[in-house]
């Protein structure tokens, strides 16, 4: 399979996954600005969506968005408990999560990344994020990762979406919780290897 990525971007959560997997993947990087991938091409051509990530299967096919990824690439490997058996109440715990992040958290971290983006609107934007994070954060203060004592592939997107914090300055320290969370999932071997090989380490 090959991933196509841009560092630190939302692609880094199903590198992770793909990593925890222990499946062999290939890394194609794109330039998000100009849509060419590294081994030259135009990456609208793999995906007319023109944003990571996207996976190419040993087949051929295309799959994109990050939550489905995510889950699709847990499910081939199901001894490794990266995601609950579907049809269960605790994979739907995990797709909570995933939609959260997904649409509270992840969206809300656009404007800040926007140079055109007022003043207000970022003002506005890290309310909206402050209140999110306080909501994980309440969770995190109970167990170790979002679902239990158990890392899911809800943790490697919410990692993702915390490793931006610091390149649009929102401070995480208000909440011991997120921050013990961030560290611990950074640790595991698999996150490791994703941060080293997008060049995220140092």
């Given at each position: 399979?090959?991933?196509?990525?841009?560092?630190?971007?939302?692609?880094?959560?199903?590198?992770?996954?793909?990593?925890?997997?222990?499946l062999d993947i290939t890394l194609e990087?794109?330039?998000?600005?100009?849509?060419?991938?590294?081994?030259?091409?135009?990456?609208?051509?793999?995906?007319?969506?023109?944003?990571?990530?996207?996976?190419?299967?040993?087949?051929?096919?295309?799959?994109?968005?990050?939550?489905?990824?995510?889950?699709?690439?847990?499910?081939?490997?199901?001894?490794?408990?990266?995601?609950?058996?579907?049809?269960?109440?605790?994979?739907?715990?995990?797709?909570?999560?995933?939609?959260?992040?997904?649409?509270?958290l992840h969206k809300s971290f656009s404007?800040?990344?926007?140079?055109?983006?007022?003043?207000?609107?970022?003002?506005a934007a890290r309310a909206l994020i402050?209140?999110?994070?306080?909501?994980?954060?309440?969770?995190?203060?109970?167990?170790?990762?979002?679902?239990?004592?158990?890392?899911?592939?809800?943790?490697?997107?919410?990692?993702?979406?915390?490793?931006?914090?610091?390149?649009?300055?929102?401070?995480?320290?208000?909440?011991?919780?997120?921050?013990?969370?961030?560290?611990?999932?950074?640790?595991?071997?698999?996150?490791?290897?994703?941060?080293?090989?997008?060049?995220?380490?140092?």
């Amino acid at each position: 399979m090959k991933l196509y990525y841009a560092p630190g971007a939302c692609s880094l959560s199903p590198h992770i996954v793909l990593r925890e997997a222990g499946l062999d993947i290939t890394l194609e990087k794109v330039n998000l600005r100009t849509k060419e991938v590294e081994s030259g091409g135009n990456f609208l051509a793999i995906n007319p969506k023109g944003y990571v990530p996207a996976l190419e299967l040993d087949g051929g096919e295309i799959l994109t968005e990050g939550p489905a990824i995510i889950q699709y690439v847990a499910d081939l490997v199901p001894e490794k408990k990266l995601v609950p058996p579907a049809g269960t109440l605790a994979r739907a715990r995990v797709q909570e999560w995933l939609n959260f992040i997904g649409t509270e958290l992840h969206k809300s971290f656009s404007p800040l990344f926007n140079p055109a983006t007022s003043d207000d609107a970022k003002a506005a934007a890290r309310a909206l994020i402050d209140r999110r994070l306080a909501f994980a954060a309440s969770v995190l203060d109970a167990h170790p990762y979002l679902t239990g004592d158990s890392f899911t592939v809800a943790d490697a997107y919410l990692f993702t979406v915390l490793s931006w914090t610091g390149y649009v300055k929102v401070d995480i320290t208000p909440w011991p919780s997120l921050g013990a969370y961030f560290e611990r999932v950074k640790a595991r071997p698999a996150v490791q290897a994703a941060l080293a090989a997008e060049g995220l380490t140092g």
